[in-house]
């Protein structure tokens, strides 16, 4: 089975230009999920779909970061304009919702390398 | 807010020496505490969920307890091939946080021969 995929994995843009970053999550999963990882910092949460609906924004840093998630399958994360802080790893995640609270397994993708010059 | 806290930020181990790395949390409600591994340029590979105190989990030299405060991950006789960061997160449940992780900052654990 299909782990979590993501493209591109690395990706190097210049100030002010936009990056699309795609992910397919686990066939069956209808929990998607966004984290970001900065130089030197922890792995933080932007976001959070159920199926085609974002659950959770709160991490989104600001209004030049757009995720969907049309028909509930893949997921975009787009950035624009980007700016230098914006570098670092993105990482998709996904799980499948079981409804209860011992909660479900997250797994991660390999990540998309973003470097912004 | 919710808090995680690792140590040490790094490890140096000789192959068959054992140890333990902690993973200190803050939660209003756990609904999970994870263990995933992570290699050089590689995304987060889970290792164990552990859901209340008491709780207990082995894998292969991995062996991960939880507390109510803290969760320990225990390398038995390690390897070269368990060097890696290994990192802990913790699923909040009492505040609508949903599936949403909070990590810390890892552990680098170098084994040599």
């Known amino acids: 089975e299909a782990g979590v995929t993501q493209f591109p994995s690395h990706s190097v843009i210049e100030k002010g230009q936009t990056v699309t970053l795609r992910c397919d999550p686990i066939?069956?999963?209808?929990?998607l999920y966004w984290y970001r990882r900065v130089m030197g910092k922890e792995i933080k949460f932007l976001l959070h779909?159920?199926?085609?609906?974002?659950?959770?924004e709160s991490g989104m840093p600001n209004n030049r970061f757009l995720a969907e998630r049309t028909g509930g399958t893949y997921s975009t994360l787009k950035v624009q304009p980007a700016e230098l802080e914006d570098s670092g790893v993105y990482f998709c995640?996904?799980?499948?919702?079981?409804?209860?609270?011992?909660?479900?397994?997250?797994?991660f993708g390999e990540g998309s390398w973003l470097t912004v010059v | 807010e919710d808090q995680v806290t690792q140590s040490p930020e790094a490890l140096r181990l000789q192959e068959g020496e054992s140890s333990s790395l902690n993973c200190s949390y803050t939660?209003?409600?756990?609904?999970?505490l994870f263990w995933y591994r992570q290699d050089p340029g590689k995304g987060p590979e889970f290792l164990f969920t552990?859901?209340?105190a008491g709780e207990e989990k082995e894998k292969e030299r991995l062996k991960a307890t939880l507390t109510k405060k803290e969760s320990f991950l225990h390398i038995t006789a390690p390897k070269p091939e368990d060097s890696a960061t290994y990192l802990c997160?913790?699923?909040?449940?009492?505040?609508?946080?949903?599936?949403?992780?909070?990590f810390g900052t890892g552990t680098q654990l170098k084994v040599e021969l």
């Open positions: 995640a996904s799980s499948q919702e079981r409804g209860t609270l011992s909660g479900n397994t997250i797994y």
């Open positions: 552990l859901y209340s």
């Open positions: 779909f159920v199926k085609e609906s974002k659950q959770d």
């Open positions: 997160a913790v699923r909040e449940g009492l505040t609508g946080g949903g599936n949403k992780l909070t």
């Open positions: 066939s069956g999963h209808d929990n």
């Open positions: 939660v209003s409600g756990l609904r999970g």
